[in-house]
């Protein structure tokens, strides 16, 4: 009896399993028809990490690289960097040449079919309002509390150039105009690059009739009228300005656009750009209808790419773990590593007293770099192609990397790790005891704990014995000479020629370390009234050499960077410059 | 009880008078509001730190910085005179519109997981307490401290994971083989055949019956494209109205009085006539329409059922009422679904977002809209369910068994009440007075503790603007954010309060 339920019990679950191994239940009804696989997708969507803050870029408050990634396509400029580093010309906005070298002059024209949005033609007073804004020639009447000096009415970001730039001549209405140089610049091919702002907007805001082409903020601008500019200059500092985390965009016809796409709304951090009507350019004029801008935080970034969320991504701290999730998810994203502009370092506090006074101490620890082990760590799990970094203004992903580097012998000099050459440096600096080495690092960063930890690993072997200091405020402790002795972070490479030079200079604002050398400044003094982009390799090389000699600091490699985005999406070329992934965004198109 | 509230509310005034004050000065005493600069250089530092002093009133000392604050708080107070603000952030930005829109989106998310949580939690709490020492109580035990101790970063990992990226692939294609329909109907019998309990024969037929149910069930959802176009159609409206007006009445009355019963029938025929007679009505509504809707189908089916009852007329309508209000949901969800295979559509194909409260430039109807809201809550209010839930059980449990042992439970037991009298109206109403406080202190504590929620979900909400107030030592937000979830906080243990009053009869609150 039991025999027989058993096996007819047996014969019965083997049925059911031969039946439900066969075949399954359910399917979709609708079948992807062939004429779609054709046609293009009318939205991108982009994921970035921080909500964008302004609409003007250009301030000091909203000077982010998230504000960029907006304006890239919203705004036209004369220059921009492309994908190699390189500055390209945007001859969809208009030319420039240089047309003397004393006084440096460049003329300038733009389109003469360009306008913003609402039909305003780009002209004179846009340029002049910029030119106003960035010049830092219109003080306040009022004092900073702190350094004593006068502050300017227009809170811009940066005066480097526009400060040498004489007071522009030209009438309302005009497409052309110069640009004069009180003094030489080098970065003068690069000066137009960050977007203009609509200055009737500007003006209408600051009680001034737009009318006339803005006759009348040309004339206050001409003649320093500052009670006139006064309102202005606030409407351009904070009258851009979003909300925070974006849950609504201002009035529209406060945000007139120049580039192919122009804003359109904005939900919850999340911004809508359409399709710019009104533009003229055949070169650059947008491919997709709609451009979406997601704040997604970068952990996230990756789930959100796989389920279709985002369609690009630009994480901006990848480790290894993003990479492999990324390559995990298959063929339906693509997925690109390279080498970014921004590089990790370690500078040493040298002035008088601090450990890093002697040049042969700092030697020492530059030969007990890891560094080697560094890179196999944290760059090539990432980037195949990442190597140790020698140089400190050219990064390997720039094209003159190489050619400056054989000219600057010193700068591979130190480069290999020597444990038993840094114990002879020390012993030649006299050090017979431990040299205490304080080592500064961002503490929400498992990434600089895990160098710093390789770093104290192999030059406790040399004789230095590293104390890690992991601060939150490392940041402001940058500036505070006597709070740390050695500080590992990272500075971004501009691919400009004159910005670092704060960096090296005596007393430069950020010479953290106290670095002093003569030759170095007065190498920097060349560079920067040098208008001649032939030179620029020849002097950046003898500076080179000389900073790798007096071994200002100890550079590590060029941080990793990671872009991916779904493989229906074509266009995408990663930027390692600060214009960042957006810069060519009107190219891309996305297949349904 | 006017009185009562009158003295709460100065009490709670003078509360949050005291705690804003200190919050104010331990936020601007946490660190330092320029940190950020260190970096800087230039005119762009001096012009930065310019506008920031500006922006925060850092020239004033902090006690004026104080009354500056309280100044702006005045200005909402008081109506007229100037612009309500609540003051500025660091970027020289309004508070209140930031406060709004994150108030917006954290509301939505957290009334509906709380709700849910509050649900689920004291209906299985219910279960587990009745069913003690059994395999059922033992696994929501283990389960939910399983739950409690999860990290919500690595949840909302997993949750994304699977149901969103593999459940919208699947969703492309909705089908499953006959053997996953078979172990799902098996894995239904098991939970059910252990949750009903009884002896081994009637969890044998419990164990078939639900078994069966569920994969015939599965699998006429599947051929039937449910998964394609979701919805309850007429029929299957039929069923569930008919199947409401029974649950409600098996739980609230029992079938021992007919005329309850016919009530209750008549209040699922008044909700079904609803559903059939509002179908243009809501075609396109707006949240007023749906209410007053709601509202009219209640009152009918109030006075319907008090028509039936006859002698329990007053019982008999307001089981009446909650199957309206429960029908009425159903045709809300009916409706809302009826806009899934567009939307799913325009998502290409991947309804369930892992990031976002919003799809961007939907410009869609009243159904879109809130379907596309409720798409993007799913992951989220799962995460905080999830964890919510494992408390809400626990306590439920403890106090429900608390209660059952009682003296007065017994007697009740022993005057011959059954079994559903006994649980639902003497142990289960005083069980309640414990969740109570515990529901008014988790509403409260969610508000503002959402935060990893928000971050990984790509939300904005209350959590994230206090969060990074507090990073950038800037007060305007952080007291925002602060004046709310006081506020909440003191309100809802008052509400707490007075609902004890209604629950236990021993206190009154004069």
């Known amino acids: 009896m039991r025999n027989k339920r058993t096996a007819s019990l047996a014969a019965l679950s083997i049925g059911v399993l031969l039946l439900s191994a066969c075949g399954s239940a359910g399917g979709t009804a609708q079948q992807p028809s062939e004429a779609a696989e054709e046609e293009l997708a009318t939205t991108i969507n982009v994921a970035i990490s921080q909500t964008p803050d302004a609409y003007n870029s250009y301030t000091a408050n909203a000077n982010s690289v998230y504000n960029t990634y907006v304006n890239n396509v919203v705004h036209s400029t004369f220059v921009a960097f492309n994908a190699d580093g390189e500055l390209e010309r945007n001859e969809d906005f208009g030319t420039f040449e240089k047309t003397s070298d004393d006084p440096l002059t460049v003329k300038y024209s733009i389109n003469e079919d360009a306008v913003w949005s609402d039909g305003t033609p780009i002209d004179f007073d846009d340029v002049l309002l910029q030119w106003a804004a960035a010049s830092g020639k219109h003080p306040s009447g009022e004092k900073d509390p702190d350094t004593g000096a006068e502050t300017d009415l227009f809170q811009a970001a940066s005066t480097n150039g526009f400060a040498q730039v004489e007071l522009p001549e030209g009438e309302a209405g005009d497409k052309e105009f110069e640009f004069v140089y009180s003094e030489p610049y080098a970065d003068w091919e690069s000066l137009l690059s960050e977007p203009m702002m609509p200055a009737h907007i500007a003006a209408e805001q600051g009680g001034m009739s737009p009318e006339g082409d803005g006759a009348e903020l040309i004339e206050a601008i001409k003649g320093t009228d500052i009670e006139a500019l006064k309102p202005v200059a606030e409407f351009w500092n904070t009258g851009w300005n979003y909300e925070a985390d974006l849950p609504s965009l201002p009035d529209a016809a406060l945000i007139p656009s120049s580039g192919p796409y122009k804003l359109d709304n904005a939900v919850n951090g999340t911004l809508t750009l359409v399709k710019n009507e009104e533009y003229w350019g055949k070169e650059r004029a947008a491919k997709t209808e709609t451009l979406v801008y997601k704040t997604v935080v970068d952990e996230e970034a990756v789930q959100a790419l796989e389920n279709g969320d985002v369609d690009v991504i630009d994480p901006s701290s990848p480790t290894v773990d993003t990479k492999s999730a990324l390559e995990q998810i298959g063929e339906t994203i693509t997925v690109e590593t390279g080498e970014t502009l921004t590089f990790s370092h370690v500078d040493l506090a040298q002035r008088p007293g601090d450990v890093f006074e002697d040049l042969k101490v700092r030697q020492a620890f530059a030969k007990c770099m890891p560094r080697e082990d560094m890179v196999e760590k944290f760059v090539t799990p990432i980037e195949p192609e990442g190597k140790v970094m020698d140089l400190r203004e050219y990064q390997p992903a720039q094209p003159d990397y190489d050619t400056v580097l054989e000219g600057a012998p010193a700068a591979t000099e130190n480069a290999e790790l020597d444990i038993e050459g840094a114990k002879a440096l020390l012993a030649d600096a006299g050090k017979t005891e431990p040299v205490k080495v304080s080592l500064m690092y961002a503490s929400t960063s498992q990434l600089r704990a895990d160098m710093v930890a390789l770093m104290k690993d192999s030059c406790d072997q040399a004789g230095f014995e590293i104390i890690p200091q992991p601060e939150e405020e490392w940041a402001a402790m940058l500036a505070q000479p006597g709070s740390w002795d050695a500080v590992l972070f990272g500075w971004a490479g501009s691919g400009l020629v004159a910005s670092a030079e704060s960096i090296y200079v005596s007393e430069g604002e950020q010479n953290f370390g106290g670095y002093k050398d003569e030759k170095v400044d007065s190498i920097w003094k060349e560079i920067v009234t040098n208008t001649d982009p032939e030179k620029v390799v020849e002097m950046k090389t003898e500076l080179e050499q000389r900073l790798a000699e007096t071994q200002y600091n100890v550079v590590l490699y060029a941080n990793p960077g990671i872009n991916a985005w779904n493989s229906k999406v074509e266009g995408v070329q990663p930027n390692p410059t600060q214009t960042g992934l957006t810069w060519n965004a009107y190219e891309w198109t996305k297949k349904k | 009880m006017l009185f009562f509230i009158a003295k709460r509310l100065v009490i709670s005034f003078f509360i949050m008078a005291a705690a804003t004050t200190l919050m104010f000065f331990l936020v601007i005493s946490s660190g330092d509001p320029l940190s950020d600069l260190g970096e800087a250089s230039g005119s762009a530092k001096k012009a930065t730190i310019a506008a920031r002093t500006e922006a925060m009133n850092l020239d004033q000392p902090p006690l004026m910085r104080y009354f500056l604050w309280l100044q702006d708080l005045g200005h909402c107070l008081v109506p007229g005179g100037v612009d309500c603000t609540l003051g500025t952030d660091r970027s020289g930005n309004a508070v209140l519109p930031q406060l709004e829109s994150a108030i917006g989106s954290t509301f939505r998310l957290v009334l509906v997981a709380t709700v849910i949580a509050l649900v689920l939690g004291v209906v299985v709490g219910i279960v587990t307490a009745i069913r003690q020492y059994t395999t059922f109580d033992y696994s929501i035990t283990f389960i939910s401290f399983v739950l409690f101790s999860l990290p919500l970063f690595w949840l909302s990992t997993l949750l994304k994971q699977y149901m969103a990226i593999d459940l919208n692939t699947w969703l492309a294609n ?27 024969k009637r969890r044998l037929a419990v164990f078939g019956i639900a078994a069966a149910a569920t994969a015939v069930a599965l699998w006429l959802l599947l051929v039937t494209g449910w998964f394609v176009t979701p919805g309850l159609g007429p029929v299957g409206m039929l069923i569930s109205a008919g199947a409401v007006a029974l649950l409600w009445t098996a739980l609230l009355a029992g079938f021992r009085r007919r005329r309850i019963l016919y009530a209750a029938l008549t209040a699922a025929a008044v909700g079904y006539a609803g559903y059939l ?54 045709i809300f969800l009916d409706r809302l679904l009826q806009a899934y295979p567009e939307l799913s559509a325009r998502a290409g194909g991947r309804p369930i977002p892992t990031t976002g409260s919003e799809s961007p430039n939907l410009s869609g109807g009243f159904w879109e809209t809130n379907l596309d809201y409720a798409l993007h809550l799913i992951l989220p209010t799962i995460a905080i369910t999830l964890i919510s839930f494992a408390t809400y059980t626990r306590y439920t449990r403890a106090s429900q068994l608390d209660v059952m042992n009682q003296d007065y439970i017994r007697t009740a037991r022993a005057k011959g009440l059954s079994e559903r009298t006994v649980l639902v109206k003497h142990a289960f109403r005083n069980a309640m007075i414990p969740i109570t406080t515990l529901m008014a202190f988790d509403f409260a504590g969610v508000l503002g503790g959402a935060v990893i929620t928000e971050t990984v979900f790509g939300w904005n909400g209350m959590g994230k603007m206090f969060v990074d107030g507090v990073h950038t030592v800037d007060p305007g937000p952080v007291m925002a954010f602060f004046l709310v979830v006081g506020t909440a906080a003191v309100l809802f243990n008052m509400l707490a309060d007075i609902a004890y009053a209604f629950l236990d009869p021993r206190i009154t609150l004069s």
């Open chain 2, 277 to 330: 007679l509002s179908i243009p009505l809501l075609a396109d509504p707006n949240w007023l329409t749906v209410i007053a809707l709601l509202g009219l189908t209640v009152a009918v089916a109030y006075a319907a059922g008090g028509f039936v009852g006859g002698p329990y007329r007053g019982r008999a309508a307001r089981i009446s009422a909650v199957i309206a209000f429960s029908i009425g949901l159903l």
């Open chain 2, 174 to 200: 909705p089908q499953f083989p006959y053997l996953t329909i078979l172990l799902v109907g098996v894995v239904a019998g098991v939970i059910w055949a252990v949750v009903v309990g009884g002896d081994r």
